[in-house]
């Protein structure tokens, strides 16, 4: 009897052992459909790339962003601050500054040669060092205005923070606002005429007695050069002293501060006050005023580093200087001074800048209030930071 598995069996077809087997074509239900690239869902990690699966590519961000809420002179205490900033980037202002400076000093030295076919003064001898004291007061007001750019460089590149940041609470300089404290500082101007008037009567100067008007020829071709640089020599050092150095002090609140000292410091360090004196009394040791001057320059510091706090940035205290520098330049040049002489002053004239730079303040601070203007960090206001663990600084 034969098996019934034989009855099934048949001979191997010879053709059949080489030949491919015919794929079986997908139903339209099972297939699924070829996503496009970078389409892949959420958690799927990779992007779809011409040779399969990709990692995504990440831009690194290089500012890091200031917390909202935080004060002007707080602007520079980010993610990215560390104890050190501060410092490498008051130094890199000062090296960049510098270096600027003498590249400026050399080009006018050979420019004022090839001029005037004579040797610059180079032993300091004389009055002038160009051999024209305008072009002496054009030097000096651009050696003062170099320091601008470096001001807005050095915080991007060591504090790794916008350049705005140091113009304002916003990210930038408030244009409008500006022109608001602009006209308010040209009544500054008109306060500060006619209290330098009733000083002038008070203190019996002989040299005064003999000032004259210079004529609209001389005048005119000094104002060409006062008007166009002042403005960014003003800017530059409240830049460096009013936003730099302000929130660079400000960055360092010590709040990893231990004992009962350290407490009491940092809760110093938290206010603007350190950094406006700081400010202020480096902003008076580069002038040459002695006596009763050095009140008068430490107070117009301490006075413009209040009201960028109050204001929350430079636009009040840019304000002040530029309207404050030209009527100090303006006014000798009107009777053939180019050079501002430092040194001794009478406390008369210091009551007459004073009194004049309070009100311009007060009137800053009713329109911060009048008009609205931000003073902090846009955005909710965040809660305070953990403190920086000690081996980060502070």
């Known amino acids: 009897m034969s098996d019934p598995a034989d009855r099934d069996w048949a001979p191997p077809d010879p053709g059949a052992v080489n030949r491919r087997p ?16 970078g389409a892949y869902p959420a958690p799927y990690p990779y992007q779809y790339g011409q040779y399969g699966p990709q990692p995504p590519f990440v831009r690194g961000q290089w500012t890091v962003p200031t917390p909202a809420g ?39 030295l050979i420019v004022s040669s090839l001029i005037t076919g004579e040797q610059p003064n180079l032993e300091g001898t004389g009055d002038s060092i160009l051999g024209n004291e305008l072009a002496d007061l054009g030097l000096n007001l651009a ?9 807005l460089l050095v915080p991007w590149l060591v504090q790794r923070r916008r350049p705005g940041t140091v113009s304002s609470v916003v990210g930038r300089l408030r ?4 022109l608001v404290c602009a006209g308010l500082a ?3 101007c008109a306060v500060s005429f006619g209290t330098s008037w009733l000083a002038d009567l008070a203190v019996d100067d002989p040299a005064e007695a003999n000032e004259r008007w210079v004529g609209w020829g001389r005048f005119l071709a000094a104002a060409a050069v006062i008007i166009p640089l002042v403005p960014f020599q003003a800017s530059a050092e409240e830049y460096v002293f009013r936003g730099w150095l302000l929130q660079a002090v400000g960055a360092c609140t010590l709040e990893t501060a231990r004992g009962r000292i350290g407490r009491a410091l940092s809760v110093v360090f938290r206010t ?3 950094g406006i004196v700081v400010g202020g009394a480096l902003f008076t040791s580069g002038h040459g005023y002695t006596g009763w001057g050095i009140l008068d320059i430490f107070a117009f510091g301490v006075i413009a580093g209040w009201i960028t706090v109050r204001s929350g940035g430079l636009e ?10 030209f009527l100090a330049f303006l006014a000798p040049a009107a009777v053939g001074r180019l050079d501002i002489v430092q040194g001794a002053v009478p406390w008369q004239y210091v009551v007459a800048d004073v009194v004049p730079m309070i009100l311009y303040a007060v009137g800053v601070l009713w329109l911060v209030r009048r008009l609205g203007i931000e003073t902090t960090v846009p955005g909710p206001a965040e809660a305070e930071p953990e403190p920086i663990p000690a081996a980060s600084g502070h």
């Open 143 to 151: 050696t003062l205005a170099v320091f601008l750019p470096f001001a």
């Open 70 to 108: 935080s004060p002007y002179h707080r602007m520079a205490r980010t993610g990215a601050h560390r104890w050190w900033r501060p410092l490498v980037g008051t130094v890199a202002i000062l090296v960049g500054g510098f270096a600027m400076v003498l590249v400026l000093g050399v080009v006018a």
């Open 175 to 178: 244009w409008r606002w500006l």
């Open 272 to 274: 603007p006050w350190p």
């Open 186 to 188: 040209i009544a500054f």
């Open 316 to 325: 009040a205290s840019i304000a002040l200087h530029v309207f404050n520098n």
């Open 22 to 37: 015919e794929r079986a074509e997908p139903s339209p239900e099972s297939a699924a459909p070829r996503p496009p690239a």
